[in-house]
């Protein structure tokens, strides 16, 4: 039997903890959008982390954990928590040092993607708040989930998941569990810093790949 000291009132919230905005510079999603999508997902919020843009909205009927993807000189780190702008090209060493020092969390974002790369977790000495286990944009989605559960384990870095979604629809196409004792902030943050999180998800279809890819081909070729 599980002994549990906490007050037992936790819930378990499904948090999409990596999406991207219009403000990414990449990405096709508005804010508006994301509530009702979340809703239809099923989701209790979202990260939104934009390339090297700290965001920190408020939404209305959902938790939105403040967040950021900073650009690391060796690859991508996400920062969760009121860590405003950190500056790109920094050594992974000094981007989690600046996120702790901010009362911040640091995880590796997509560490075993073959095709965009990703900060190897012995590539870093600073301590480490956790592993994406899994990214649904991940190439190849099973072998790099595969190696980043792998290491997670072996290191004992908390696992978790996020859609990397670059267009409405994706949202939520992987989350993280958060076993929170409320749907404060404080609290959520304070559940995943001790590590009761776990990843769950899949890839992002194919077919929502190619119409982001289309997208992109339209907006430059301004067909
Ligand atoms: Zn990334
Ligand atoms: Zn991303």
């Known amino acids: 039997m599980v002994h549990n000291t906490r007050s037992g009132l936790e819930m378990i919230l499904r948090i999409d903890t990596h999406i991207h905005t219009v403000l990414s510079g990449d990405a096709s999603t ?5 509530p009702s999508i979340a809703k239809l997902k099923g989701l209790d919020g979202v990260a939104i982390t934009d390339h090297d843009r700290f965001s920190n909205h408020h939404i209305d009927g959902i938790i939105v ?12 780190i996400l920062a969760y928590g009121d860590v405003e702008e950190i500056s790109p090209g920094l050594s992974v060493d000094e981007t989690v040092r600046l996120i702790h020092e901010r009362g911040g969390l640091a995880i590796l974002a997509h560490p075993y993607d073959v095709v965009r790369g990703g900060v190897k977790p012995e590539m870093v000495s600073e301590r480490l708040d956790g592993i994406e286990t899994i ?55 304070t559940a995943m810093r001790d590590g009761r999180v776990q990843a769950v998800g899949g890839p992002t279809c194919c077919v929502n790949i190619l119409r982001r890819a289309g997208s992109n081909f339209t907006r430059r070729f301004r067909i």
């Open 30 to 34: 508005q804010v508006n959008q994301i």
């Open 135 to 189: 990214n649904s944009r991940s190439n190849p989605f099973r072998l790099s989930k595969h190696l980043a559960e792998r290491a997670s384990r072996r290191l004992g870095l908390p696992s978790f998941g996020g859609s990397d979604s670059h267009t409405p629809e994706t949202i939520g196409d992987a989350y993280t569990c958060i076993d929170s004792d409320s749907r404060s902030l404080e609290d959520i943050l």
């Open 65 to 76: 954990i403040p967040g950021v993807e900073v650009s690391a000189r060796e690859g991508h």
